[in-house]
C-alpha cells in the first residue's frame, strides 16, 4: 500500500523559507505513470495546488507562487521536498503532497498533512 | 487559468437524501474534472476521475456526469459517514490545476 508522510518545521518565521519534505513508502517515485505533487490549505478554506515534479526532475508550478516556489527529487531517498522562500504568514497552512496521474492528473494518494505556521 | 465555480457552498440533508452539488467551469475542459471527499482533519479522498468514474473502493452511491462546462457531483443516498467537504479539481490542458471552492454537506 502506497504512504505518504510529510516532515518538516511546524512553525517558520516571516521573510524565512518553508521547507517541507514527503518520504514515499510502498512504492517508487521513479513511476514513468505519476508526477509527485504538494497542495496547502490554509485554516478554514479550500485546497490550493502548489506544484508537481516528475521523478525526471521535470517541475511545473502555480502561476501565484512560481517566483518563491521549487520541487526538488531525490529517487535514493524516495523522496520529494518542496520549498517556499520569503514566507508571510498568507503562507500558513497545512501541507500535503500526494502522487499525481501523468495522463489523468488527478491526486489518488495523499499524505496526512503537515500544519506549518509563519509567526515570528 | 481555468475558475471553477461550485454550488452550493453548504448543505444539510437528512440520512437517506440525494445530494447534489455543481461545479461550472470557467472554458470548456472537456471531462477533466475529479472528485474529493475531505472528512474533518483528513486529507481529501479521491472519488470520482474524469468526470464519471468512480475511484476504486468508492461506494456505488457517489456518482458524477457532465462535460464542458457543467459537472455534478451525486450521493443518492446521504449516509451518516458522508459528512465533510466535498471539492471539485478540474486539469484541462495546462497546469495550473484548479480547485472548486468545496461543498460543506452535513446531516439534518
Known amino acids: 500500500q502506497l504512504q505518504l508522510q510529510e516532515s518538516g518545521p511546524g512553525l517558520v518565521k516571516p521573510s524565512e523559507t518553508l521547507s517541507l519534505t514527503c518520504t514515499v513508502s510502498g512504492g517508487s517515485i521513479s513511476s514513468h505513470t505519476h508526477y509527485w505533487g504538494w497542495i496547502r490549505q490554509p485554516p478554514g478554506k479550500g485546497l490550493e495546488w502548489i506544484g508537481s515534479?516528475?521523478?525526471?526532475?521535470?517541475?511545473y508550478y502555480t502561476p501565484s507562487l512560481q517566483s518563491r516556489v521549487t520541487l526538488s527529487a531525490d529517487t535514493s531517498k524516495n523522496q520529494f521536498s518542496l520549498k517556499l522562500t520569503s514566507a508571510t504568514a498568507a503562507d500558513t497552512a497545512v501541507y500535503f503532497c500526494a502522487r499525481q496521474g501523468v495522463v489523468v492528473v488527478a491526486f489518488d494518494y495523499w499524505g496526512q498533512g503537515a500544519l506549518v505556521t509563519v509567526s515570528s | 487559468d481555468v475558475q471553477m465555480t461550485q454550488s452550493p457552498s453548504s448543505l444539510s440533508a437528512s440520512v437517506g437524501d440525494r445530494v447534489t452539488i455543481r461545479c461550472q467551469a470557467s472554458q470548456d475542459i472537456r471531462n477533466y474534472v475529479n472528485w474529493y471527499q475531505q472528512r474533518p482533519g483528513k486529507a481529501p479522498r479521491l472519488l470520482v476521475y474524469?468526470?464519471?468514474n468512480l475511484e476504486t473502493g468508492v461506494p456505488s452511491r457517489f456518482s458524477g456526469s457532465g462535460s464542458e462546462t457543467e459537472f455534478t457531483f451525486t450521493i443518492s443516498s446521504l449516509q451518516p459517514e458522508d459528512i465533510g467537504t466535498y471539492y471539485c479539481?478540474?486539469?484541462?490542458?495546462?497546469?495550473?490545476?484548479?480547485f472548486g471552492q468545496g461543498t460543506k454537506v452535513e446531516i439534518k
Open positions: 474524469d468526470a464519471s
Open positions: 515534479i516528475y521523478y525526471s526532475g521535470d517541475t
Open positions: 479539481q478540474q486539469y484541462d490542458n495546462l497546469p495550473p490545476w484548479t
